[in-house]
């Protein structure tokens, strides 16, 4: 209870301060990316539950002017880059954490694709709301192997306090601020898990 109004506390706050950001960033992506400015999928919340997530639009359409379709390295811009690296992107989920859909600190979530991949104890991080950032995301982000991060997830989840929150609310704004575990060994971002998680069990088949 006293997690949840403080995410209703916060996340309002946060709103109406930093609404003339959130207007010129809108411009900005209006203006260098077209629209729509917002990017909306579908993600897995409490207990697994689908939820819209609500974030800015960080990379130029799938297609280019001939049809053919562009890889995420070519799609993501400088412009797109900045919103990632400072993870002004991300600013829009505090609507998702005011309905209740997200938590400010919480296990990030993934894709609904991932779902079926999961072992019992990687599922365990659907116990708790997902967050805006979490303990995976002060230990390494997208620097560490995503079986690292599911370690740093259900440890969460298993110690969460009021606390652990608020200390991982300072790391995250200090680790936005140095721009740490921001790609994974100098990629875009982390490798599918759906994919890493097939190639193993093959590997581990043939071995």
């Given at each position: 209870?006293?997690?949840?109004?403080?995410?209703?506390?916060?996340?309002?706050?946060g709103?109406?301060?930093?609404?003339?950001?959130?207007?010129?960033?809108?411009?900005?992506?209006?203006?260098?990316?077209?629209?729509?400015?917002?990017?909306?999928?579908?993600?897995?919340?409490?207990?697994?539950?689908?939820?819209?997530?609500?974030?800015?639009?960080?990379?130029?359409?799938p297609?280019d002017?001939?049809?053919?379709?562009?890889q995420?390295?070519?799609?993501?811009?400088?412009?797109?880059?900045?919103?990632?690296?400072?993870?002004?992107?991300?600013?829009?989920e505090?609507?998702?954490?005011?309905?209740?859909?997200?938590?400010?600190?919480?296990?990030?979530?993934?894709?609904?694709e991932?779902?079926?991949?999961?072992s019992?104890?990687?599922?365990?991080?659907?116990?708790?709301r997902?967050?805006?950032?979490?303990w995976?995301?002060?230990?390494?982000?997208?620097?560490?192997?995503?079986?690292?991060?599911?370690d740093?997830?259900?440890?969460?989840?298993?110690n969460?306090?009021?606390?652990?929150?608020?200390?991982?609310?300072?790391?995250?704004?200090?680790?936005?601020?140095?721009?740490?575990?921001?790609?994974?060994?100098?990629?875009?971002?982390?490798?599918?898990?759906?994919?890493s998680k097939l190639?193993n069990?093959?590997?581990?088949?043939?071995?």
């Amino acid at each position: 209870m006293i997690k949840r109004q403080f995410d209703i506390a916060i996340s309002i706050m946060g709103l109406i301060l930093l609404s003339p950001v959130l207007v010129i960033i809108a411009l900005l992506i209006r203006y260098k990316l077209g629209t729509p400015v917002l990017f909306r999928q579908y993600r897995p919340g409490l207990n697994g539950k689908p939820f819209e997530i609500v974030k800015f639009r960080s990379m130029r359409d799938p297609y280019d002017e001939q049809g053919n379709k562009l890889q995420e390295k070519e799609r993501l811009t400088t412009f797109g880059r900045c919103l990632r690296a400072t993870s002004l992107d991300e600013l829009p989920e505090l609507w998702n954490v005011l309905k209740g859909d997200m938590s400010l600190v919480g296990p990030r979530p993934l894709l609904m694709e991932y779902l079926p991949y999961y072992s019992t104890y990687q599922a365990r991080r659907h116990e708790v709301r997902p967050g805006v950032t979490g303990w995976a995301q002060v230990n390494g982000r997208n620097g560490i192997s995503w079986e690292r991060k599911f370690d740093y997830d259900i440890w969460y989840v298993d110690n969460q306090t009021m606390l652990l929150d608020i200390k991982i609310l300072l790391l995250t704004v200090k680790k936005v601020f140095v721009r740490e575990g921001i790609s994974y060994s100098g990629d875009v971002a982390m490798p599918n898990f759906k994919e890493s998680k097939l190639q193993n069990d093959k590997g581990g088949k043939n071995g």
